[in-house]
């Protein structure tokens, strides 16, 4: 069973980093591509970072884009977002979500995924 558990979430000051991790179960890192979504209060589910397992290309949302960084460590089965120069619009739910067939872009743009975590609440405040 695929299992992906997602930790890191927590109440930042605006500037601030956090670093989210999403550990998964070995099944996991053969898929497709691996990302990271948000949901915030009264909005859609976004994918903000998002990363192929094959070559380890990145897709960023714009929103994102130059703040956030996503990587994956095989040995240690985790996948990581950090996030810095966090703004209030960053606070939500954090997702990992992993996709058996597309790319980065595909499964952020798309949301195409098949497996999802838990979710880790992060709260920025200004």
């Known amino acids: 069973e695929v299992q992906l558990a997602e930790s890191g979430g927590g109440l930042v000051q605006a500037g601030g980093s956090l670093r989210l991790s999403c550990a998964t179960s070995?099944?996991?890192?053969?898929?497709?591509?691996i990302g990271w979504f948000r949901q915030a209060p009264g909005k859609e589910r976004e994918g903000v970072a998002c990363i192929s397992s094959s070559d380890r290309t990145t897709y960023y949302s714009d929103s994102v884009q130059g703040r956030f960084t996503i990587s994956s460590d095989n040995d240690k089965n985790t996948v990581y977002l950090q996030m810095n120069n966090l703004k209030p619009e960053d606070t939500g739910v954090y997702y990992c979500a992993s996709a058996m067939y597309g790319s980065s872009w595909y499964l952020c743009t798309w949301n195409n995924a098949d497996t999802w975590g838990q979710g880790t609440l992060v709260n920025v405040s200004s």
């Open positions: 070995r099944f996991t890192l053969v898929a497709a591509a």
